[in-house]
T-cell receptor, first 113, second 110 residues
């Protein structure tokens, strides 16, 4: 158990809908990362937040957004969903802004039908 | 971050040592070698990391060559539960994200 908690574990939704994935980082960790893993793309970095502020951006679509709240939990919002958004979404956390070991949660499996 | 090259797949017998190679010939002096593994769609699990010295923890040993251009992750007594995709990642000191490649799919056979 990495200490990173993600909900929901599984989610099925229709195209065009919007979903929110939630992540609680390990106790004391200030950085939260979001990754997407689809069958044909591997693990892709989406975005990083540190202590409530966006710090790094990867291949995140404009239809996707994230935020980190004062209690340090984070949410990833996915809107106007398409079939191709079906994937595993992982949240990870680390103690500091950079350089520390990153620990991953168990993921949220999103299926868009 | 420097690029890494790993074999796409490997097999190992249960109870034997599993030795997973990784080439990172363009690594720079302030880049660390990290190893993670992912067991069938679970979250990537941190294993070990090092800069230039060999490292050992309760999960594995990491051997880095003197020129730092390659490394080997050693699972000393592989079990069936070690079947997973193993990722070798080179990460700049102070870097933020991890960049994953395709990894090595390790299968432990009974």
């Amino acid at each position: 158990d990495s200490g990173v908690t993600q909900t929901p574990k599984h989610l099925i939704t229709a195209t065009g809908q919007r979903v929110t994935l939630r992540c609680s980082p390990r106790s004391g960790d200030l950085s939260v990362y979001w990754y997407q893993q689809s069958l044909d793309q591997g693990l892709q970095f989406l975005i990083q937040y540190y202590n409530g502020e966006e710090r790094a951006k990867g291949n995140i679509l404009e239809r996707f957004s994230a935020q980190q709240f004062p209690d340090l939990h984070s949410e990833l919002n996915l809107s106007s969903l398409e079939l191709g958004d079906s994937a595993l979404y992982f949240c990870a956390s680390s103690a500091a802004y950079s350089g520390n070991t990153i620990y991953f949660g168990e993921g949220s499996w999103l299926t868009v039908v | 971050d420097a690029k890494t090259t790993q074999p796409p797949s490997m097999d190992c017998a249960e109870g034997r040592a599993a030795n997973l190679p990784c080439n990172h010939s363009t690594i720079s002096g302030n880049e660390y070698v990290y190893w993670y593994r992912q067991i069938h769609s679970q979250g990537p699990q941190y294993i070990i990391h090092g800069l230039k010295n060999n490292e050992t923890n309760e999960m594995a040993s990491l051997i880095i060559t003197e020129d730092r251009k390659s490394s080997t992750l050693i699972l000393p007594h592989a079990t069936l539960r070690d079947t997973a995709v193993y990722y070798c990642i080179v990460r700049l000191q102070g870097a933020q994200k991890l960049v994953f490649g395709q990894g090595t799919r390790l299968t432990i056979n009974p």
